[in-house]
């Protein structure tokens, strides 16, 4: 395991949930974040936040698992936002074209407000 990778969620309401990702996101780490996406929806996460602000590099595997979280929580009337001020790793997304896909924010806070009321969110 890479000792430069951290991961560290926080519930920030009922369903959603800040993930602050930290050091190289690739294929060596991006199933630690794939684990903990799992984790995330199956307590009931449907808005999930990649702050990725302290993130250095992202690789085409991490970015896999950013659009599987998101497809796993549209089916729940969800959505992802990624907090990606870093001009660096951003260029990876819109490269790929994924910031087409994926909403960007600048920071998490912004992102935190955002999010939809807690009963406004749909109906199980």
């Given at each position: ?6 991961l560290?969620?926080?519930r ?5 949930y ?28 449907t808005?999930l936040i990649f ?6 590099f992202?690789d085409?595997?991490?970015l ?6 998101r497809?796993?929580v ?21 490269v790929?074209?994924?910031d087409?896909?994926?909403?960007l924010?600048?920071?998490a806070e912004?992102?935190?407000?955002e999010?939809?009321p ?7």
């Open positions: 395991m890479k000792a430069d990778f951290a560290s969620p926080a920030v309401s009922a369903t959603a800040v993930l602050e990702v930290g050091g190289e996101l690739d294929l060596y780490t991006a199933p630690r974040l794939s684990s903990q996406v799992g984790e995330l929806i199956a307590r009931g996460a808005h702050d990725l602000t302290e993130t250095t992202i085409s595997t991490a896999h698992v950013l659009l599987d979280a497809k796993r549209l089916e729940e009337g969800g959505d992802v936002v990624v907090v990606c001020p870093s001009p660096h790793v951003r260029r990876v997304f819109e790929t074209g994924v087409g896909l994926l909403r924010c600048r920071s912004v992102a935190i407000e999010l939809p807690e009963g406004g969110i749909h109906a199980a």
